[in-house]
């Protein structure tokens, strides 16, 4: 089994900037995720990244947050620019071992349900 840990989460103003960062135990899995569920609401898909570093998009975070990965470091990141109050969430990373198919990658953000693995979660609170 891979553990993952999560880092970086904490308190920022609106319109701020703040980057997660989940470390992989063994190798990375071929897809890594952030997703983020706030009190009362679903857990909800943030950003997808495959193994060739293709990424994928919630609407709500579209050209404001950023997902990467370093395959050395066995890393990825999440880098989140102009945060609303609406961000408030807590962040998970996940990952998925292996290779879904041509296509599959964005439809992982509403599938939770397709991931191995989970990091604890870190909390990231936006204030306005």
């Known amino acids: 089994a891979v553990e993952l840990v999560e880092s970086g989460g904490g308190s920022v103003q609106s319109g701020g900037s703040l980057k997660l960062s989940c470390s992989a135990s063994?190798?990375?899995?071929?897809?890594m995720a952030w997703f983020r569920q706030s009190p009362g609401k679903e857990r909800e898909g943030v950003a997808v990244?495959?193994?060739?570093?293709?990424?994928h998009y919630a609407d709500a975070v579209k050209g404001r947050f950023t997902i990467s990965r370093d395959l050395k470091k066995k890393s990825t990141y999440l880098q989140m620019n102009n945060v609303e109050p609406g961000d408030t969430a807590v962040y998970y990373c996940a990952g998925r071992q292996y290779y879904g198919g041509q296509n599959y990658a964005s439809s992982l953000l509403s599938r939770p349900g397709q991931f191995d693995y989970w990091g604890q979660g870190v909390q990231v609170t936006v204030s306005s």
């Open positions: 990244i495959e193994q060739d570093e293709a990424t």
């Open positions: 063994t190798s990375s899995p071929f897809y």
